[in-house]
């Protein structure tokens, strides 16, 4: 499973179906992408952050990432077709509930490692929200 190359997230935004048993490897993709885009959500990437990023995806994924991996998702061409929201938001369709809440509690977890959350980091958060299409109930597990 290459998580990093983001194939799942290409073939649901371009419009094509996933397979039931793909739905847990979507869920990889996602919670990486999300948080590689929080590490530079405001445009500073700090080594605690990348820190907090190998922990959760390690405990999440049982897989280990390197910092350049993290660094680098952040600027694949995938972006250059849509903003990560975009991708998201079709991926949520497809994420379970509890996936969903993951995604956006460990992106919660990536923003307060630094001991604060920021204007840039808020917004983040903000859309990354929106994109899943949480209800307020089903944040209250936040």
């Known amino acids: 499973m290459n ?3 983001f194939r799942l997230m290409k073939l649901i935004f ?3 179906k996933l397979l039931d ?4 490897e979507l869920y990889s993709e996602t919670l990486f992408m999300v948080l590689s885009g ?3 959500a405001d445009l500073n990437i700090e080594k605690v952050e990348v820190a907090r990023i190998r922990d959760i995806l390690k405990n999440k994924l049982d897989r280990d990432f390197t910092e350049e991996e993290i660094q680098l998702a952040s600027e694949v061409d995938l972006f250059e077709t ?3 929201q ?3 938001a079709k991926a949520s369709h497809i994420l379970s509930v509890e996936q969903r809440q993951n995604v956006l509690q460990a992106t919660l977890e990536v923003f307060m490692s630094d001991g604060h959350m920021g204007l840039l980091e808020r917004d983040y958060f ?6 899943l299409d949480l209800k307020p109930s089903e ?3 936040l």
């Open 14 to 16: 371009g419009g094509g």
């Open 38 to 40: 929080a590490a530079r």
């Open 3 to 5: 998580v990093t190359g």
């Open 86 to 88: 975009k991708y998201v």
């Open 82 to 84: 849509a903003p990560i």
């Open 139 to 141: 944040m209250v597990r």
């Open 126 to 131: 903000d859309s990354i929200v929106s994109a």
């Open 21 to 24: 048993e793909k739905q847990l």
